[in-house]
């Protein structure tokens, strides 16, 4: 289970919420699909947003909570409710945002997932979850530059943020076909995981196959690509 930062980079502890988020995770990678190798679509993982803040109240916690357990147990509606009330009485706390915009996006209105990401990103222009999950929504409307820009503004908020590594790569593997690119985030993906993923374990093979890449040539490949 990921630990999860606030945006001035204060970790909080393991408690109902992560658990719960965890769980949501579990669900949204299983409603994705399964991934293969080669031109096999993969899955865009998305993370609730379980961090608001060291300064929050037990109530307001509480409150969040409840929104979660309904995205975790896939009652769309309840969420919506929930977390749409949530924003109403706390619109400073960014994260409600990122997981309304995914209640939005499993019930296919894509049009009001952007706008409520487009909220939080004009309160929050750096918070990585944000810019995360709209890169995935612009890759799914088929604006891969706009996405991989989206991706990038989320890595340069937070560097270790593996999602969106893991979501750049299937970007620019599959979409814009820059391979090498991909295989650096796919590996740096890989590398910040406690457990090795194993379908990205896969995917990195093929690529390294695919590019000739040897121990000795990877970085300078990469570099290659890049410039």
């Known amino acids: 289970m990921w630990l999860r930062f606030t945006d001035r980079g204060q970790a909080l502890q393991p408690g109902s ?18 991934a293969g190798s080669g031109s096999a679509r993969r899955p865009s993982p998305q993370e ?26 896939g009652n769309l509606v309840e969420a919506e409710l929930a977390l749409e009330q949530f924003v109403l009485e706390y ?9 309304l915009a995914i209640v939005y996006e499993r ?9 409520v990401l487009d909220q939080a990103l004009s309160i929050n222009p750096t918070h990585a979850p944000a810019n995360n999950q709209l890169g995935i929504l612009l890759r799914k ?16 908020a937070e560097p270790e943020y593996a999602l969106a590594h893991h979501n750049l790569g299937v970007l620019l593997d599959l979409y814009l076909q820059r391979p090498a690119d991909a295989l650096e ?8 995981l406690a457990e090795p993923d ?30």
Do not use: K
């Open 91 to 99: 619109p400073h706390l960014v994260g409600a945002y990122v997981n």
């Open 107 to 115: 019930d296919n209105r894509h049009d009001e997932a952007h706008a």
């Open 141 to 156: 409307q088929g604006q891969f530059a706009e996405a991989e820009q989206a991706y990038r503004r989320a890595i340069d």
């Open 17 to 34: 919420a992560q658990m719960i988020g965890a769980m949501l995770l579990g669900a949204l990678l299983l409603c994705h699909g399964c």
């Open 198 to 227: 194993a379908a990205v374990a896969r995917w990195i093979i093929d690529l390294r196959r695919r590019l000739g890449i040897t121990d000795d040539t990877a970085a300078r490949v990469v570099q290659e690509e890049s410039s």
């Open 48 to 73: 609730p947003e379980t961090a608001l803040g060291p300064l929050v109240t037990a109530p307001v916690q509480a409150a969040y909570d409840r929104a979660l357990a309904a995205m975790a147990g």
């Open 185 to 192: 985030h796919y590996q740096r993906y890989q590398d910040s």
